[in-house]
């Protein structure tokens, strides 16, 4: 139990520091830019890390075996929604031209739909992983655990954008 106790603090500090660094590196846009953007999605990951640790009560064995394979299963798909996000905005604009080209609707819509796939795949990994560390309590746990998280997130971020309004500049 000690080192559940002294594990979550540890972490704290880990994930403080990666932010923290993380700032000085990135460069400062308007809200809701590229690079603020990604720093959420980093944050969200991390405060996705930390609670789970919590959540599922880990021992620092799996703590250990967990957090490397969820951090790079997230930045891969970081990277696969990145791209499905720029195909989908192209996709938009493509369909809302007058004559819009079959043949890059087409591509568009097979490349979104083999992210999408990717994606599925990333997700199948981590499950299969967990099943190996995790155990069947702690499962049942993640499975609750994951919907929660996500529908407070999504909930959350939809509270954020609604309540935002344009910007306004200063002169």
């Known amino acids: 139990m000690k080192t559940r106790s002294s594990l979550i603090p540890a972490l704290i500090l880990i994930l403080a520091l990666g932010a923290w660094t993380g700032a000085w590196g ?6 809701g830019g590229a690079p603020a953007r ?8 991390d405060l996705y890390l930390l609670r789970l640790t919590r959540a599922l009560d880990l021992t620092e ?7 490397p394979l969820l951090t790079r299963a997230e ?6 929604q990145r791209q499905m996000g720029a195909d989908l905005r192209d996709l938009r604009a493509e369909l809302a031209k007058a004559q819009p080209g079959e043949a890059k609707i087409l591509e568009l819509a097979g490349r979104i739909r083999q992210a999408r796939r ?6 199948d990994v981590v499950e299969t992983a967990l099943e190996d560390v995790l155990t069947p309590v702690q499962r049942a746990r993640f499975v609750v655990f994951s919907v929660d998280f996500l529908r407070t997130v999504g909930e959350n ?10 910007l306004k500049r200063t002169s």
Do not use: C, F, H, V
């Open 26 to 31: 990135t460069p400062q846009t308007e809200p």
């Open 38 to 45: 990604a720093r959420l999605r980093e944050r969200i990951s």
């Open 61 to 67: 064995e799996q703590t250990a075996r967990i957090y």
């Open 75 to 80: 930045k891969d798909k970081a990277g696969l």
């Open 118 to 123: 990717a994606i599925r795949q990333k997700d």
């Open 157 to 166: 971020l939809e509270r954020a954008r609604a309540g935002r309004g344009a």
